[in-house]
């Protein structure tokens, strides 16, 4: 590739979705756009990004679809779930008062795994809250990856990475290779396109938010950023899981850690006190 | 060091899941069928068992059940790993004493991923 393709690149990439890609992501481009470039027919990246700069805007949605990672799973590193579910959910049932309602929002949903497994994750509690009702909105800006989420259809493949077999059972159906969500864990899931960079706040409020393994592949401004907007999207004492590799030290005074080994902080209000919060650090 | 035991008729497969699994921290034994297997456990009961189904001598169903009546037989992790991948199955495996079920073909982030929800992998 052109050192001067790459940059062409790399800027539209970084402009478009936040993702940072620095010289050594050369291999990288080349391997999410060359499969553009053959089922477009194109004879070269070259001629792909010179439509780019053309302002084709199917072409630039394209490119920035192939250009997300999309490397996810169930129950992603698996203890962050189970504080959710030990620690999050129970503190929200006894927290809310006659409110009998809340929201958790899965940015950078990619494929639907994340948020299908908040889902599974309250239906297994489901007792505990008769009568509530509960919506997981599901964001990222492929609108790809979005339309395989909202079909909760996984590959053989796709429902053994992370997914406890008896979790499988519970809620799968198989038909023919293909591993089918049940209508009761994707009706509680609503997943629709949206770019982190842009407004956020139309989305409405949240007890939880999930913004894991995304942030990582942005520069410290960009971070700083959606963590200016996702603290907004928060309850007051909301919680915010990363990836275990994300921190918001030294980006963003908006959050405390809670555990930041498992990504786990809350959300910090500079006139609220500190211990009001869903979240607590628990030896899982 | 956490020790595993991989039972498989197959010597591609048994060297294949040893090498993820050794990647993965653990030492490993091996053992070509589910008799073999149980001998093997007189000397050592291992932390993880990964087994497969369908074996010559003894097959992973009839290991299984056997093993869960051995002393310390109930606190081994077993895993199934076969290409028998459909719900019936599934059940049988797990009413025979299996903790989780990997279906072939794998990889190491499958094995990964299902050690750590089993508590063997942090």
Not at chain 1, 162 to 190: C, I, S
């Amino acid at each position: 590739m052109l050192p001067e393709d790459f940059e062409l690149a790399a800027r539209f990439v970084k402009d478009r979705s936040g993702l940072v890609l620095t010289r050594d992501k050369v291999y990288l481009l080349e391997n999410r756009l060359m499969p553009v470039v053959r089922d477009l027919r194109l004879k070269s990246v070259s001629e792909l990004l010179a439509g780019i700069a053309s302002g084709d805007a199917a072409l630039q949605t394209t490119v920035i679809d192939a250009m997300m990672a999309k490397d996810t799973g169930f129950f992603r590193d698996w203890k962050p779930f189970v504080h959710f579910r030990t620690v999050v959910l129970p503190n929200i049932r006894v927290s809310r008062g006659m409110k009998t309602r809340f929201r958790i929002l899965s940015a950078g949903v990619s494929t639907g795994q994340e948020a299908h497994s908040i889902a599974m994750t309250i239906r297994d509690v489901s007792s505990s809250f008769p009568g509530w009702q509960v919506e997981v909105i599901g964001i990222d800006i492929s609108a790809t990856a979005i339309a395989a989420a909202s079909k909760g259809i996984y590959s053989q493949f796709d429902v053994q990475r992370g997914l406890p077999v008896r979790t499988l059972l519970q809620y799968f159906t198989k038909q023919e290779d293909a591993w089918v969500l049940n209508d009761a864990v994707r009706g509680m899931v609503k997943c629709q396109p949206w770019n982190l960079l842009d407004d956020l706040f139309s989305l409405g409020r949240f007890d939880a938010i999930f913004c894991r393994n995304v942030l990582v592949y942005f520069d410290l401004k960009t971070k700083l950023d959606v963590l200016q907007k996702l603290a907004r999207l928060l309850v007051d004492d909301g919680v915010l899981y990363l990836g275990l590799n994300e921190t918001v030290t030294g980006v963003s005074s908006n959050f405390r850690a809670v555990d930041p080994a498992l990504g786990i902080y809350a959300a910090h209000r500079a006139d609220r006190p500190a211990s009001l919060s869903l979240a607590a650090k628990v030896d899982l | 060091m956490k020790r595993c035991l991989v039972v498989d008729d197959s010597r591609v497969i048994r060297r294949v899941a040893s090498k993820i699994i050794q990647d993965l921290g653990f030492d490993v034994d091996e053992a070509e069928n589910g008799r073999k297997a149980l001998n093997a456990l007189t000397i050592r009961m291992p932390d993880l068992i990964l087994v497969d189904w369908d074996m010559p001598v003894m097959d992973g169903l009839e290991f299984a059940q056997q093993l869960r009546k051995l002393p310390g037989g109930n606190k081994v992790v077993v895993v199934f790993c076969t290409t028998e991948n459909d719900i019936p199955h599934i059940r049988q495996a797990l009413d025979a004493g299996a903790d989780e079920y990997i279906m072939k073909p794998f990889d190491s982030e499958i094995v990964r991923s299902k050690l750590i929800l089993l508590g063997l992998l942090g």
